[in-house]
């Protein structure tokens, strides 16, 4: 079995790491505005004055704004997100190379500031609607089908400061309110969206031994935007019964790291907890059996009501759309050998090899995951992120020869294959960064994915020049022979 004729080859970015024009045009700021650079062993940290006036800053990672305290941005400090990549100004440069490869689709994000700016106004930002629709209009024009995830990281940050990171039920109708907007106005512009960029990130990178007050966060945070998820899904069937509106999971392959029976079930725990309970509730409509045992655990009380239930019912998503990167080894057992890289945790699995970031490399471990997926909720799959972070290097003829990154690709595509002919419905496939972007994890421009070389770097110098790398022509090739032409 081959990849379909209307196969969607693509590839992704989001809005905070390649937009720039953070302060431009009205838009309001989103937590990337406050975090500085970092590096694989150095965490980014989100500034802010405290309570009695002092410049504070903390790691990103697990972030709480302390009380009395409000987000600030420092003089001193290099905020790569304030740039990006410079999107705002480059959108028609980067869709016209884009399309020279011959996407049949492309991934971005609306930042909700850019049009709520700090998310209670009761007009959206002029400005803001219409630099989508002229790149949406661009895209179209390009016969690029846009995939548009609707939040991908960029709560408003004035939200964040007054109610806290979801841990309010009022982000549900500002969310509706946000989505509202969007999908009148770019009804016919755009039929394909996602509602929350890798939802399970908030339970998934909890570590084990959290707090129960972080775990009851962690889930009542996931609730609100479950319920905000499913009305989304309502409203925009409502709008435009053309929508087709998809979950998005960040997809991690646990495996077991012996054959210990309490490996196997802490294994199925991870997947559990880590994986299928969005799925289950996004894509089923309900929580799963197992939900319960997860909230005892940690003695989590939601507050859930009968409404949000009916909502979760009505709003399962159309398609169920994922990232991956890396697949995992867990244990129960004591092991000294833990991969440390950014965001990336588990034990070192000693049949794979591992990228400069700590992120296990296995392409089978996606046609597992692809197979796994279909044979639960039996709806359409996008791998809507999949990539290599790598250090490349310009030649003095301005040339990139990144044969690690095609290497990387062509396997992956090869396991997407195999799935296929396994009868799972893959619909599309768009690249993690097709254009180097900043780094979510850690702020760097020098951890680089794209097919599309751009001269920036981690101090914020460089002059933004975009240029084809080797894999800009690998991938041309395989789109052009539908994943054929893999050479």
Sequence with gaps: MKFSEDFYWGGAVAANQCEGAWNVDGRGMARTDVTTGGTVNTPRMVTFIDKDGNKQKLPNHGFKLPEGAHFAVFDDELYPNHDGIDFYHHYKEDIALLKEMGFKMFRLSISWSRIYPTGEEDKPNQAGLDFYRNVFTELRNAGIEPLVSIWHFDTPLALEEKYGDWLDRKYIALYEKYVTTIFNEYKGLVKYWLT???????????????????????????????????????????????????????????????????????????????????????????????AKRLWKEHNVKLDITEQDLEELKKGTVDMYTFSYYMSQAVTTHENDDAVSGNMSFGVRNPYLEYSDWGWALDPKGLRYYLEMIYDRYEKPLMVVENGLGAYDTVEEDGSIHDNYRIEYYRAHIEEMAKAIEDGVDLIGYTTWGCIDLVSAGTGEMRKRYGFIYVDKHDDGSGTMKRSRKDSFYWYKKVIASQGEDLD
């Design 196 to 290: 929350f960029n890798e939802i399970n990130n908030t339970i998934n990178f909890l570590p084990d031994n959290a707090s129960d007050e972080a775990y009851q966060e962690a889930y009542q945070h996931l609730h609100y935007q479950f319920v905000a998820s499913a009305r989304a899904v309502q409203i925009g069937h409502q709008i435009d019964p053309e929508n087709k509106i998809g979950c998005m999971i960040c997809g991690i392959t646990y495996y077991p790291l012996t054959s210990d029976p309490e490996d196997i079930l802490f294994n199925r725990s991870k997947w559990e907890k880590g994986i299928f309970y969005c799925g289950d509730v996004q894509c089923k409509g309900k929580y799963p059996t197992y």
